[in-house]
């Protein structure tokens, strides 16, 4: 949060800060992780932080953060500074870890928080969505749809949005079967972040 937000944003991000709704679904407690900035242009919708996330207090402060920014074509500064972007996943806290990884993002989060906090951020023109969550609430993912099948379908969502698998080391699997998102997706998304961050220059 910065001193030149608007009262509102202030107001809301103030309360985000303060959310104790799932405080008793938290293994680590509540420590709500967001860049919101109301004169974004590009929104980066991922799930919900990790560990070392929670720890920091850094969205996407860890080695899929790294891929992220690579897949973005920009450097840790410009992530994190720059006032074109905005950090907003659908779970603002660190949710726990289950058997396949970290659990899910909490669902209170986003239905008490999302739709005000976007409606704070009426510049977005361009929103990268990351993982089958925020692919859910952001472009309708079903429950018997796949990610890769939507990924494959970028050309349909852009330059609105621009559907991504996570960047998690989890996924290199996934990267290494399907070339055509590293040679197809990944420098027209370059090339949408360069526009959006060039509007706002």
Not at 10 to 19: F, K, P
Not at 120 to 129: G, L
Request: hydrophobic fraction near 40%.
């Amino acid at each position: 949060m910065t001193p030149d937000h608007p009262p509102e944003l202030n107001a809301l991000e103030a309360d985000i800060r303060a959310c104790r709704i799932c405080e008793p679904y938290l293994p680590l407690g509540p420590r709500p992780v967001l860049i919101a900035r109301p004169e974004a242009r590009l929104l980066i919708a991922a799930q919900a932080p990790g560990r070392r996330v929670h720890e920091t207090g850094l969205p996407f402060n860890d080695p899929s953060g790294e891929r992220l920014r690579d897949w973005l074509g920009i450097d840790r500064e410009t992530f994190y500074h720059h006032p074109a972007i905005a950090i907003v996943p659908m779970g603002f806290c660190y949710p726990g870890t289950g058997k396949g990884g970290d659990l899910p993002p909490r669902p209170e989060c986003a239905a008490t928080w999302r739709r005000p906090l976007l409606a704070a951020m009426p510049q977005i023109e361009t929103t990268v969505v990351i993982g089958r969550y925020a692919l859910g609430w952001h472009l309708g993912l079903g429950g018997g749809q796949r990610v890769t099948d939507l990924v494959a379908a970028w050309r349909d969502f852009a330059p609105a949005h621009f559907p991504l698998p996570h960047p998690s080391p989890r996924n290199n699997r996934w990267l290494k079967n399907n070339p055509w998102f590293e040679d197809e997706v990944v420098p027209a998304l370059r090339e949408r972040v360069r526009e959006c961050l060039l509007a706002f220059d």
